[in-house]
């Protein structure tokens, strides 16, 4: 089956996309107990960021496949993909366009989200430091940055070409 994905860019200030970014992020926090931040939280953060989109043709309308939402200096405030399309390579390609607007790439992870941390060293992030208490929750987090410039330009080369 071929999916048809689009790719649209949210400026700070736009709301579009928000309610169905705000439920892709409910999904995987029911699921998989991350992403817990509360809605209020949420979509200010969200408005305030450029959002990298990916969506597809859904029953309902447009279906968000997965979004990165990133402050002006290159940190990712959520970064999320719907399981059903994990796998395809859209988490990189998001965190690449990020990479090739940023001169720097950082975010916290929760120390308990494997996958997540994974996901980041997989693509040449590396720990800077361990914060305890970072989360609403209590739980703790690391702080993470895409490695060198130079890396960052192999990788993302590498990536374009695979």
Same mark, same amino acid.
């Given at each position: 089956?071929?999916?048809?994905?689009?790719?649209?860019?949210?400026s700070?200030? @736009?709301?579009?996309?928000?309610?169905?970014?705000? &439920?892709?992020k409910?999904?995987? %926090? &029911?699921?998989?107990?991350?992403?817990? &931040?509360? %809605? !209020?939280?949420?979509?200010?953060?969200?408005? #305030?960021?450029?959002?990298?989109?990916? $969506?597809? *043709?859904?029953e !309902?309308?447009?279906?968000?496949?997965g979004f990165?939402?990133?402050? #002006?200096?290159?940190?990712? $405030?959520? $970064?999320a993909?719907?399981?059903?399309? #994990? =796998?395809?390579?859209?988490g &990189? %390609?998001?965190?690449?366009?990020?990479?090739?607007?940023?001169?720097?790439?950082?975010?916290?992870? #929760?120390?308990?989200?494997?996958?997540?941390? @994974?996901?980041?060293?997989? /693509?040449?992030?590396?720990?800077?430091?361990?914060?305890?208490?970072?989360?609403?929750?209590?739980? *703790?987090?690391?702080?993470?940055?895409?490695?060198?410039?130079?890396?960052?330009?192999? %990788? /993302?080369?590498?990536?374009m070409? =695979?």
């Amino acid at each position: 089956m071929s999916v048809n994905i689009d790719t649209r860019v949210v400026s700070p200030g @736009d709301n579009r996309y928000v309610e169905e970014a705000w &439920q892709l992020k409910e999904k995987i %926090r &029911q699921s998989e107990d991350v992403l817990k &931040q509360r %809605r !209020g939280f949420f979509t200010d953060a969200y408005r #305030r960021s450029t959002v990298y989109c990916y $969506l597809t *043709d859904g029953e !309902g309308g447009e279906q968000i496949v997965g979004f990165a939402a990133v402050r #002006r200096d290159g940190y990712i $405030l959520f $970064l999320a993909v719907n399981p059903d399309f #994990r =796998g395809e390579g859209f988490g &990189q %390609r998001l965190v690449a366009r990020v990479a090739k607007n940023h001169a720097t790439v950082t975010c916290h992870a #929760r120390s308990t989200n494997q996958n997540a941390l @994974d996901f980041y060293r997989h /693509l040449g992030f590396s720990v800077e430091r361990r914060i305890d208490n970072y989360y609403e929750d209590g739980g *703790d987090a690391f702080y993470l940055r895409l490695g060198e410039e130079e890396s960052i330009t192999k %990788r /993302l080369s590498d990536f374009m070409r =695979g």
